[in-house]
């Protein structure tokens, strides 16, 4: 089993930056690769980033260029590192194991979530 807890949303201005986290538990995480998700109410969830167990990153073209993802295997934890935000970015974000299309289809195993709110 693995659980996860987001954190690092907030409320932030066009152009700003904020720097999510993903602690994860499970003695398997270093082996799993790990993705960002985000959800506008009335839409279904989409994959912004993810990461694999080596390291290997791959992005929505939407957020290319302006977020980052990360991992620190050692700690269980997932970053995003989100910078230039845009009022389209606004959304609540989470993490969770990147099984490909079995992670969006799946209902269970999601966290809370985190809000990422960008207006002026």
């Known amino acids: 089993q693995v659980q996860f807890v987001e954190s690092g949303g907030g409320l932030v201005q066009p152009g700003g930056s904020l720097r999510l986290s993903c602690a994860a538990s499970?003695?398997?995480?270093?082996?799993?690769?790990m993705g960002w998700y985000r959800q506008v109410p009335g839409k279904q969830r989409e994959l912004v980033a993810a990461?694999?167990?080596?390291?290997?990153?791959n992005y929505a073209d939407s957020v290319k260029d302006r977020f980052t993802i990360s991992r620190d295997n050692a700690k269980n934890m997932v970053y995003l590192q989100m910078n230039s935000l845009k009022p389209e970015d606004t959304a609540v974000y989470y993490c969770n194991r990147d099984r490909g299309p079995i992670t969006l289809a799946t209902a269970s195993g999601w966290g809370q979530g985190t809000q990422v709110t960008v207006s002026s």
């Open positions: 499970g003695s398997l995480f270093s082996t799993y690769a």
């Open positions: 990461i694999t167990s080596r390291g290997n990153t």
